[in-house]
């Protein structure tokens, strides 16, 4: 009798494992996917998934449904470990209802993510779905709405990440937008909120779903995405990556890897790499490649204004959140995109006690009606806001231009840093030399014998006495000018001093960030 029962488990449990069957299986990979439950097999470690929910079923009996009710119901959850670590996970099942969710399913979802949020484990969320079940209807939307009640009570909390690695259309698109990262997967995954079809209809615009919502549309112009992928397992590799740099939890600390990197490292091309002209860009990617541990730079948002740099890297084994202006695009100017790209980055250090780390060449805000209409004030203030507010350990480094608002912007003393250095190259001052002598000594211009000369006796002037470092150090306003060689010291050594620091903000319900 207990044998039967046995024997009918292993066939309702291996039942459950084939979800929609061998043929949509094998539709999956001549699609270029895997199963769902091949994806979370590779992202855990071996033999440490832990199953919930194997024999839910749905409990829709409209349009025959009650005919076919699959175990698991399109959606595979559970918990398990990555490089031993503990993580929820659920994984949508498109070989059965094409992944489509509805009631049960939902409620799986839930669940898990309450599991991650009770233990403070990130919730890994791999998106393959036709979104809301249509033969459930108004239960689906329900679903939704629950899942992101429950993504928003977990932002700040846990790490949310969510790969896209199909279709995610509708209203389910922003259940991953409001978790913490997006990755999403080239030529297979689709993210939109009205179709090509709803548009050709709407607007009389023609589309492909490609063009629309893909991969590179989202990772390029959109900046939804975070992260592009070659394939499911460039996906889930990234995912491991990403997770190696970030805590488990918001009471948590960010995992410590030891490194033989030595702290003390003088990395004397620094000193080389700032031009002798200020108007030639470099690669700022090159400057935080010498300063970090192993040169090993995780960016994120690597496509998307690509004027500022944001990612993790470590130094002397501690995590830190990189922010830094790339003078190679747009000369490193701030924009709508670029401020937001950094706000939302540095408040996702501030939430899980990653230090901050900028490295500051920054002309100022981009000029441009398109950028004033667009909203750069109520965008750039989020920058500023996100800053300020942040209390993890925060350090800048002025390797060339810090010039006007965005010197207050990116993390100046003034806005709680905690330590600013800064290259004898810094030129740090209300506005560049030949916008400051046109206004400030435009009457000697006009009245010169020769203007072009005497403005460029002007410039050389203002250059000599305003763009340096030193005017700002006087005030304190830079702690320390330092040869660039021996940044990584000076950055290491004055972490293990602040890396204890306690700040608070005022008891409030919350801030109300400009969005
Ligand atoms: C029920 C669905 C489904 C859905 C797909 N299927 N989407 N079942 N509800 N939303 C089923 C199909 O009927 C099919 O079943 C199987 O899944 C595979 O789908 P195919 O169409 O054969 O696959 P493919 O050609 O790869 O196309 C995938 C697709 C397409 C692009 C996702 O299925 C599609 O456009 N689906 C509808 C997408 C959509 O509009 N969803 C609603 C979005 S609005 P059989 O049995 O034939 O194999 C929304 C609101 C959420 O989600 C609001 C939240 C607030």
């Not at 399109?74 to 094409?98: C, K, Y």
């Amino acid at each position: 009798m207990v044998k039967d029962r046995i024997e009918e488990l292993d066939a309702l449990s291996s039942e459950s494992e084939l979800g929609g069957g061998q043929n949509r299986i094998d539709k999956q990979h001549s699609s270029g996917k895997w199963t769902a439950r091949e994806r979370i097999d590779y992202l855990l470690d071996s033999g440490s998934f832990e199953e919930v929910d194997k024999y839910v079923r749905h409990q829709c009996h409209d349009y025959g449904m009650f005919k076919n009710r699959p175990y698991g119901d399109g959606v595979v959850t559970g918990t398990g470990t990555v490089n031993g670590r503990p993580v929820a996970i659920f994984s949508q099942d498109f070989t059965v209802f094409g992944g489509s969710l509805g009631e049960m399913f939902a409620s799986k979802i839930v669940k898990i993510n309450s599991i991650g949020q009770k233990n403070g484990l990130p919730v890994i969320g791999l998106n393959d779905s036709g979104g809301a079940r249509i033969q459930e209807g108004v239960l689906s939307l329900a679903g939704y709405a629950d899942i992101f009640l429950q993504n928003v009570m977990s932002s700040g909390v846990i790490p949310q990440i969510s790969a896209i690695m199909g279709p995610c259309a509708g209203g389910a698109v922003y259940s991953p937008a409001i978790t913490d990262f997006i990755y999403m997967v080239s030529g297979t995954s689709h993210m939109f909120v009205t179709g090509p079809a709803v548009i050709k209809a709407v607007t009389h615009e023609d589309i492909d779903f490609e063009s629309l919502g893909g991969a590179a549309v989202h990772n390029e112009i959109s900046g939804v995405a975070h992260f592009e992928s070659e394939s499911d397992e460039d996906c889930l590799n990234g995912i491991k990556r990403l997770l190696s740099f970030i805590p488990s939890n918001n009471m948590d600390s960010p995992p410590y890897a030891p490194t033989d990197d030595p702290a003390d490292r003088t990395e004397p091309a620094l000193d080389e790499i700032i031009p002798n002209d200020p108007n030639i860009p470099y690669d700022m990617k090159d400057v935080i490649r010498l300063l970090v541990d192993d040169g090993d730079f995780y960016e994120v948002h690597e496509h998307w204004a690509r004027n500022i740099l944001v990612g993790f890297a470590r130094m002397a084994g501690y995590t830190f959140g990189i922010i830094a202006n790339q003078p190679n695009h747009l000369a490193g100017c701030l924009d709508i995109n670029s401020s937001t790209k950094g706000a939302r980055f540095v408040r996702f250090c501030d939430a899980f006690n990653i230090p901050l780390l900028v490295l500051e060449d920054i002309p100022g805000f981009l000029p441009g009606v398109n950028q004033e209409h667009g909203g750069i004030i109520r965008n750039g203030a989020k920058l500023i806001y996100a800053f300020a507010e942040a209390t993890v350990p925060k350090m800048t480094v002025i390797t060339r231009k810090a010039y006007g608002g965005a010197y207050c912007a990116m993390n100046s003393r003034h806005i709680r840093a905690d330590a600013v250095f800064a290259w004898p190259s810094a030129e740090i001052a209300v506005m560049g030399s030949q916008g400051a002598v046109s206004i400030i000594r435009k009457k000697e211009i006009d009245e010169a014998e020769n203007p072009n000369e005497k403005r460029q006796e002007l410039i050389l002037d203002y250059n000599r006495h305003f763009a340096t470092p030193y005017i700002a150090a006087s005030k304190g306003y830079v702690d320390h000018v330092i040869k660039p060689s021996v940044t990584r010291q000076h950055i290491i050594k004055t972490f293990n001093v602040i890396k204890t620091k306690r700040d608070h903000n005022p008891p409030k319900k919350h801030g109300n960030i400009p969005l």
